[in-house]
């Protein structure tokens, strides 16, 4: 009896396992998902968050790879810029689209950077027409004055590279830089100018600007005619001329 109740166990479990092996495995298809990663070190994938998986805004011009938007410099760019620009033996540097062409510069550097921005604005503001504001700003230079400017809205001292830009005034600098100069503290940073002008190209400011900050490293800049800002070729040149500096700190 017990001889034939271990027959029919055996023969029970003989039917169970053919049974499932004839189990029909479903079709391939070309979409087929990878199997689940078996590894336990290995984590299972994630969605990245909105800021990484989202596409940049439209419109935006790209970052390029050399400038110190890829290094861990903090970068600032701060500028001077006025509806009378003057340099001495030209007309007054012109506006685009209600923005003077030192501004255009400027907003271009801190677009392709990824630079804080910042203006400096002085307290007074200087005459409307041109030939007043180049009285102006001669008088200022005979005095050696000092006009003030509002608080700006970063400290220049908490960056390692601060581009510098302003319009040539009678050949050099507008005053109001040299209070920009003598507030701040610039020794151990990176200071690079650039300007627009029309005719005296840097005027030799970039020396001036070497001799006001002994401090600080001074690279060469860049010279921009006014009524050349916007030009496309002006922007490619910028672009060139970035992505030959070194912005590490």
């Known amino acids: ?37 078996t590894d336990a070190s290995t984590p299972a994938a994630t969605t990245p968050p909105a ?3 989202e596409p940049a805004s439209e419109g935006a011009d790209p970052i390029p790879e050399s400038t110190g938007a890829q290094t861990g410099a ?22 685009f689209d209600g923005v003077a062409s030192t501004a255009v510069l400027a907003n271009l550097i801190a677009e392709q950077t990824g630079a804080d921005l910042a203006k400096i604005t002085p307290v007074r503001d200087y005459p409307e027409s ?13 005095e050696d004055a ?3 400017f509002l608080p700006l809205e970063y400290n220049p001292e908490d ?18 830089l040299d209070t920009f100069f003598d507030s701040y503290d610039f020794t151990g940073k990176t200071l690079i100018p650039f300007n627009t002008h029309e005719g ?3 005027g030799g400011t970039w020396d001036t600007i070497r001799d006001l900050e002994p401090g600080a490293a001074v690279p060469d800049g ?12 002006t922007k490619d040149q910028i672009l060139a001329w970035l992505s030959g500096l070194d912005l590490e700190p």
């Open 51 to 53: 800021s990484e998986s």
């Open 74 to 95: 903090k970068v600032l760019v701060v500028y001077f810029s006025s509806a009378n620009t003057v340099d001495a033996v030209s007309a007054a540097t012109p506006y």
């Open 1 to 37: 009896m017990k001889r034939l109740i271990a027959t029919a166990l055996i023969l029970a479990l003989v039917l169970s396992l053919a049974a499932c092996g004839n189990v029909e495995k479903p079709a391939a298809s070309g979409t087929e998902a990878a199997p689940a990663s």
């Open 200 to 202: 005296s190209r840097d």
């Open 159 to 176: 960056y390692d590279v601060i581009f510098i830009g302003y319009p040539m005034w009678w050949y050099t600098i507008p005053m109001l």
């Open 146 to 148: 000092r006009p003030e």
């Open 130 to 142: 041109y030939n007043d504001t180049a009285d102006y700003a001669k008088q200022e230079q005979n």
């Open 222 to 233: 860049i010279a921009i005619r006014g009524r050349d800002a916007v030009d496309e070729d």
